[in-house]
């Protein structure tokens, strides 16, 4: 396999060796740069692993080319200015090197001139045969290559070059690296750190069904096509109507995994460091080491390499042994003293490069395993030595230890930014620093919380200390010193975090210059809520008093201003949407600020200008927040609002301003529009009445946005939801998700418009056009030159949403509005009346359009929220925060589509039970210590998901009496209340509590005593309670069959619950240039170019793995929509390729059973259809089938479609019976979730229909024919072609079964010797199926008919003048589905 994508290493957090020599050095961050070039070679291809150079990765000279059009992205390497001309030039020259290493066949290596020496010697690293060297030089003609040189820099080097790869002498530091090297090695095919959560590992099994790699089809083929050898039978719980849901086959057994030792224990010797005689002898260290064969030896790590020495556990003897085989590497020594070694060392390195690169890379990000087999705990020196040094991954190969992270986080913001190269640059390193400063911070959170760092305030109570570690700052999530008081205590310190961090990843994203924010990372861990954050320099010298210079401290009772500030905060309030507006400090003196009182200023040492806590970066939520003397609009109320929420730091979203915002736009636009006819209406009518203008104006939109008159400033938006929905809030709610723009950007208000809007309104409302343009002539010159009439319409409209401006749309908050404690000037308050005013119709548009829009797009099934996560995020995207969640389940309960929407209910009643279980979970583990940790966690899922009425929970005896003397001085732990009080909960009290925390929290009456009665009213499962509740509390369960519903035992045990994850929140950095191409060839596809829509996509690509690194959600979607244009574009083998990598990298990235994974899987199955590997697409299908149900149960429109497919799948290979089950299954959940009469009931019946006429029943084919033909002729009319497709099937079917019947007969009358004529039993061809699975996965529009498709064919001809022939006839049919389905992620 290719093993440049190694390099990648370099780049994700903390993995593997440290090849990287100064990570932090400037030099790393080039080469690092520099890595990432080659992932085009390596990603960017199939892999074609059959020359010589397997894992140079450069094999495909074509993808250099094909992919260089990267206007000198590979600048981004050298960071230098030259122009691009001259880098395309560069780019094409790849040029092939040989490499000579001691003791191995020289090969050939391709190389770009863009490349540093370090990728060559990441490469050796790598190599099979040269693996076990990591301390060496290369050399051309007898002169060593430095490091982080480029290569087009070396003088000589050319087409053909000798490179030499000589050993060179070790240091302590170097000797370090190469047993770790070493120990990875062993452990390169070992899942444990994936289970543990280390390192940046996490799971795939994708390999475990596709047996390998996909792309070698030619070895299987043969096999493939003959029917009679594919074994098709699916597991038994998987079929339609089982109840059974077992936890088992979440993590199928790898074969690969079974653990091939090669050596039993390699371990630091007690004999450390060397004595100095010794070292003068040139010993580093000493090694202990256990062969296979049970042989003990002792080893020297010298300068000259390793030897075998005479010490003993007990006696030191350095002197080397006899013999005593001096070797360069512990690979070559061990192989010579352990036969058994060298054996399983081969064979382990051969298994190591077979697999997908994708599935050994580190992802960027944690991910953990809410389910682990019993994982052996085996002696690793390496581990141990990382546990107790607070090194992170590199540190000990960083000059000056431990990394200064505030620098870091501010060094790369302040970057270059003005040309693509450098974007990438400075991108990828505020990527990099992001993803090792969350590692860095969840490390330390769980040290902090396990009461393994010292604090720094030790005199305070345990919750009131502060902690630094690894130069990072943590605080713990209460209110210490009643600094929240007034806003909810406890609560609101616990909801500051997160509003906090949503403050940092707004003002992130508008990246102004000179402004800068603290790197911050909030985890949940073991009940504690723990924000850490980069240090500003010399803050903890000073007092707060002094340091503040912006903002207030207080709450607003003293606030001070600086000009500097304003400056800054003014080129963030446009894109923020904040309001500049003055405040009155303690002595009554207005004072400007531009933006919430509590977000402070601080000017550090360095100069820097910080902002920090912006815990109120948007405006409040008055649906929770009740106010004295203010009323709501009456939708708010007619749902119960304001209610009395838990803190008062509730706020909007940042999707809703953005959503509210393009809404009232379009009513702007609207308005003017309407004024503007008027006034031309009235022109020609009569010229003199001047004044009615603006009656009849504001009677008509009146009628038009139900507004209150246009000049009231107090208008309010009722439920005029029409606009809105029509354009389904444009761009910002596309399916595309993990790529959502950032809407935030530098959007100017008015321009924030989708490019869908304009069209639909142009057309519904003369007039609009011309509004448009005096909107931006307005704009442009300040409304000079404009006559009063069209500024007076202008004003109206300004007036009539709410603008600050009076002379062009402009919509902003001031987040100071009923903060208390906060006091406006008395000048100001008709603004601030005006500000009310908005916040109140934000809250209205929230319950009035953004609630019923989510629902409705989930009717039309263009959301699909499959568990709790994909459901957050359908909430979120529209604005929708969770306390609405409560609201969102009753809109549902009382829609009349009820039924449609049974799937959406189930899932928000899963999400509500299990986030009020979260919260009791939270308290309940602050008062357990560590030594009952595993039992209290058991004894909470059983009184939360166990049938077992009395759940006892087991004290751990022995250790609570041994430790109750001394317990008052040890336990230091935050928190500590009676520690046994856990002990009490009863399953009863615990589901009572879940009642009233849904009463409380989110208004929403969950009626149940028990676990058993909530399973049977809402339909639920126990096993996805237990995921949900899991996931959300970083809970490690055994993996096995738990039995719930025992009455007579506890479902688990303590033995059951093998850890407790963080939980962790952080900042997302994007790859904004990659975003953009990504979203154009989006835009492209759609228009139906697919060809320029692959390129920019490719493009896009690339850029996401400069900045990224190679593993990373949107580089998921990314292939995902690559391959289904290589699909559509007929490159079925490259589809496949670029699917297989979305699938890994989806399990590995976002978790093996995540909704995303699901239908990755889904589409690799088709995919593997099309390539004739048809076992394997089973296989897929049945593992995407298991998951769903494990993951939302059987009930679930997405069901139906996985359904379909199978039965498809089943029916092409003449399973008929099996079939059946699953597509009667698909046509059941068809018919349920899209209505009885809808073309996907009409598809369904006609494919249940066509395996019946297969197996000759043809009275129960016609029967589903004929429903389909209704329900197509109702819906389409009898001209239409699907009309007409289905009534010649009935024909050709009643042909059949009359046949049939005659040929009965015959046999009956005459006996055995009728002549019989033979009957057409037709086994469905393969294309036939094909086509059919096509129709269902949306690749192709049905409602099109021949004539629209020839008409449409000839445009996109003409459009693009396509000289390849077959590229032409294809896009048409398969342009319109990809609005269907622009990237399927929720």
Not at 254 to 266: D, F, I, S
Not at 401 to 412: A, I, P, S, V
Not at 668 to 674: E, Q, Y
Request: aromatic share 6%; with cysteine.
């Amino acid at each position: 396999m290719v093993s440049k994508t190694d390099d990648i290493p370099a780049s994700a957090p903390s993995c593997g060796p440290a090849e990287l020599a100064d990570e932090a050095g400037d030099g790393a961050r080039d080469a690092d740069a520099g890595s990432r070039t080659h992932l085009k070679e390596s990603c960017g291809c199939g892999h074609s692993a059959d020359t010589a150079m397997v894992n140079g990765g450069g094999t495909h000279e074509h993808t250099e080319e094909a992919e260089s059009k990267l206007d000198g992205h590979s600048e981004a390497n050298c960071g230098d200015e030259s122009n691009e001309q001259e880098v395309i030039v560069i780019q094409d020259t790849g040029f092939t090197v040989k490499i000579q290493s001691p003791g191995a066949e020289p090969f050939d290596l391709q190389v770009s001139p863009q490349e540093m020496v370090q990728e060559i010697h990441q490469v050796l690293i790598d190599r099979e045969d040269t693996c076990h060297r990591t301390c060496f030089s290369l050399q051309l003609d007898g002169n060593v290559l430095a490091n982080f040189a480029e290569l087009k820099s070396i003088e000589g080097l050319q087409e053909g070059s000798l490179l030499k790869v000589v050993e060179e002498p070790y240091t302590v530091r170097e000797a370090r690296i190469h047993v770790r090297h070493i120990r990875d090695l062993l452990k390169s095919l070992d899942p444990s750190d994936a289970y543990n959560g280390v390192d940046c590992n996490s799971l795939s099994f994708l390999s475990v069904f596709t047996d390998g790699d996909l792309g070698d089809s030619d070895k299987r083929k043969k096999k493939g096509s003959e029917l009679d050898q594919i074994d098709c039978t699916p597991p038994e719980h998987i079929l339609p109507g089982g109840k059974d849901r077992p936890l088992v086959p979440l993590q199928p057994q790898n074969k690969e995994w079974k653990p091939m030792q090669c050596l039993k224990v390699l371990t630091m010797s007690g004999w450390n460091p060397p004595p100095g005689n010794r070292k003068m002898h040139g010993d580093l260290m000493y090694l202990y080491m256990v062969t296979v064969e049970e042989r003990h030896v002792s080893v020297t790590a010298s300068t000259r390499g390793f030897y075998l020495n005479q010490s003993t556990t007990y006696t030191f003897n350095p002197k080397p042994a006899n013999p005593s085989f001096l070797c360069h590497s512990l690979v070559e020594l061990l192989s010579q003293i352990s036969p058994a070694f060298k054996k399983n060392f081969t064979t382990l390195q051969k298994k190591r490069v077979q697999r997908h690169p994708f599935e050994r890379i580190a992802t960027p990000f944690q991910v953990y395993s809410w389910t682990s087999p019993l994982v052996d705990h085996a002696m690793d020196c390496v581990r141990a030595e990382d546990a107790y040094t607070s090194r992170l991954g590199y540190e000990e190969h960083i000059p000056g230890q431990t990394r200064d992270w505030n620098e870091e986080l501010q060094t790369t913001r302040e970057l270059p930014r003005k040309n693509l190269p450098e974007r990438l640059l400075r991108e990828r390193a505020i990527f990099k620093v992001h993803s090792d400063f969350a590692a860095a911070a969840t490390r330390g959170a769980m040290a902090v919380i396990d009461g393994n760092v010292m604090a720094i305030n030790p005199g305070d109570e345990t919750h009131m200390q502060m902690f630094i570690w690894n130069n990072i700052f943590f605080s713990l999530g209460f209110d210490v010193r009643d600094h929240y008081r007034e806003l909810g205590g406890d609560a609101a310190a616990h909801a500051a975090p997160t509003n906090d961090l949503n403050g940092v990843r707004a003002y992130g994203a508008v990246d102004v210059e000179g402004l800068y924010t603290l790197g911050t990372v909030v985890v949940d861990y073991r009940g504690y809520r723990v924000t850490a954050q980069s240090i500003i320099p010399g803050i903890l010298e000073r007092e707060q008093e002094q340091s503040v210079i912006y903002g207030s401290i207080d709450f607003g009772k003293t606030v001070v201003s600086h000009g500097k500030y304003l400056e800054l905060l003014e080129k963030t309030s446009r894109p923020l949407k904040v309001q500049r507006h003055n405040v009155l400090n303690e002595k009554n003196d207005a004072v400007e600020l531009c933006s919430s009182v509590e977000c402070k200023g601080i000017i550090g040492n360095d100069g820097r200008h910080y902002i920090l806590d912006l815990l109120r970066t948007f405006p409040p939520d008055l649906n929770f927040l009740p106010v004295e003397g203010e009323e709501l609009p009456p939708e708010c109320q007619r749902q119960g609002f304001p209610r009395q929420h838990r803190h008062r730091l509730a706020c909007l979203r940042q999707e809703l301003i953005e959503a509210f915002v393009e809404h009232r736009y379009l009513l702007f636009m609207k308005m003017a529009a309407l004024q503007l006819m008027q006034q031309k209406a009235n022109k020609d009518a009569n010229k003199n009445e001047m004044p009615a203008i603006t009656q009849t104006s504001e009677t008509e939109t009146d009628a038009d946005a139900k507004q209150s008159t246009p000049s009231d400033s107090s208008a309010q938006v009722s439920t005029d939801c029409s606009v809105q929905t029509d354009n389904g809030l444009g761009a910002t709610e596309g399916d595309d998700k993990p790529l959502k723009a950032a809407t935030n950007g530098p959007l100017e208000n008015g321009d924030c418009k989708s490019p869908l809007e304009g069209k639909e309104l142009e057309e519904s409302i003369p007039g609009l056009a011309q509004a448009k343009e005096l909107a931006e002539t307005l704009v442009a010159d300040d409304g000079a030159g404009i006559d009063p009439k069209s500024r007076e319409v202008v004003l109206n409209a300004c007036k009539a949403v709410g603008s600050i401006s009076n002379t062009s749309f402009d919509i902003r908050f001031n987040p100071d509005i009923f903060s208390p404690g906060v006091r406006f000037p008395d000048d100001s308050a008709d603004d601030i009346q005006k500000q009310k005013q908005l916040l109140k119709d934000s809250a209205a548009f929230l319950v009035s359009c953004q609630i019923p829009s989510l629902v409705k797009d989930c009717l039309d099934h263009s959301a699909l929220p499959m568990d709790g996560a994909t459901l957050t995020e359908a909430l979120h995207q529209r604005g929708i925060n969770i306390r609405y969640l409560g609201n969102v389940l009753e809109f549902v309960d009382k829609t009349p589509a009820k039924d449609q929407l049974e799937h959406f209910y189930r899932i928000g009643i899963i999400e509500l039970i299990t986030r009020c279980a979260k919260h009791i979970f939270k308290t309940y583990l602050q008062g357990v210590e560590l030594s009952a940790l595993s039992a209290a966690v058991s004894h909470f899922l059983n009184c939360f998901l166990s049938s077992f009425a009395d759940a006892v929970a087991h004290l751990p005896p022995d250790e609570l009496v041994s430790r109750r003397k001394n317990r008052k001085r040890r336990n230091r732990v935050p928190g500590s209340g009676d520690n046994t009080a856990w002990a009490s909960l009863t399953p009863s009290e615990l589901w009572k509590n879940i009642a009233s925390e849904a009463q409380s929290y989110y208004h929403f009456t969950v009626q149940c005593e028990s676990v058993d009665q909530v399973v049977d009213k809402y339909g639920l499962q126990k096993i996805t309670l237990l995921r949900e509740i899991s996931v959300k509390a970083g809970i490690q369960i055994l993996i096995k069959e738990y039995n719930f519903d025992s009455r007579h035992k506890p479902t688990f045990t303590e033995e059951d619950i093998l850890n407790i994850f963080p939980v962790v929140k952080h900042v997302n950095p994007k790859a904004s240039d990659a975003f953009h191409f990504f979203q154009s060839g989006q835009a492209k596809v759609q228009q139906g170019f697919l060809k320029e829509g692959c390129e920019l996509i490719n493009e896009a690509l690339n850029l996401f793995n400069n900045v990224y690194g190679a593993m990373h959600v949107e580089i998921c979607a990314c292939l995902h929509l690559l391959a289904r244009l290589n699909y559509i574009m007929g490159d079925h083998a490259e589809a496949l390729s670029n699917q297989q990598k979305a699938v890994l990298m989806s399990e590995r990235v976002l978790g093996i059973e995540h909704p995303n994974t699901i239908q990755e899987y889904m589409h690799l199955a088709l995919y593997c259809f099309a390539n004739g590997q048809l076992s394997t697409a089973l296989k897929l299908l049945y593992r995407a089938r298991y998951l769903m149900l494990l993951v939302c149960g059987e009930d679930h429109p997405e069901m139906a479609l996985l359904d379909s497919n199978i039965g498809l799948v089943l029916h092409g290979v003449m399973e008929y019976d099996l079939s059946l089950r699953f597509l009667e299954s698909a046509l059941a959940n068809n018919s349920k979730y899209h209505g009885a009469r809808s073309l996907k009931v009409a598809l369904s019946h006609h494919l249940v229909a066509r395996v019946y006429e297969s197996k000759a029943e043809f009275r129960s084919a016609l029967q589903h024919e004929k429903e389909g033909y209704t329900i197509y002729k109702n819906q389409m009319g009898e001209a239409h072609e699907k009309t007409k497709e289905s009534s010649e099937y009935l024909k050709y079917l009643t042909q059949q079964a009359v046949a049939l019947q005659r040929t009965m007969n015959e046999i009956y009358k005459n006996g055995s010797s009728a002549s019989i004529m033979p009957l057409k039993f037709t086994a469905p061809s393969m294309a036939n199926i094909l086509e059919q699975l096509n129709i269902i996965n949306g690749i192709i529009f049905i409602p099109l008919s021949q004539k629209d498709l020839e008409s449409l064919k000839a445009e996109v001809q003409r459009r693009q003048q396509l000289q390849d022939p077959e590229k032409g006839e294809q896009p048409t049919q398969d342009s319109p589905p990809e609005l269907e389905d622009k990237i399927p992620v929720d």
